[in-house]
């Protein structure tokens, strides 16, 4: 079976140990960028990588559900560019 390690570096080129945030992690993460919000993180393949995050927001109110996802994306923006979360689906909600 492989495994995320399996696939690190460039090219395929292992690069050792790979960090990787925990649901836990992300959740907390959201819950400080949107103080008032709901939020459900779910680990979608048990690796820490591949994760759907579901989120309402009064911060959302008003903006389009692109400009809510990117606002969203941006608070992982680190973690997509190193591959520490190497997906992530968003499912957004404006709570009034």
Partial sequence: MLHPDD???QNGASSG???FMSPEQMEQRLRQAYPDA???VIDL???QDH???RIASGQFA????IAQHKAVMK??????KTGE???LTIKTLSKA
Avoid: I, M, P
């Fill in 7 to 9: 696939f690190g570096g």
């Fill in 17 to 19: 140990t790979r960090k």
């Fill in 38 to 40: 709901d939020v459900v």
């Fill in 45 to 47: 393949t048990g690796t």
């Fill in 51 to 53: 994760y759907e995050v």
């Fill in 62 to 65: 008003g903006q389009s559900r």
């Fill in 75 to 80: 608070v992982f923006d680190d973690e997509l």
């Fill in 85 to 87: 979360v190497h997906a």
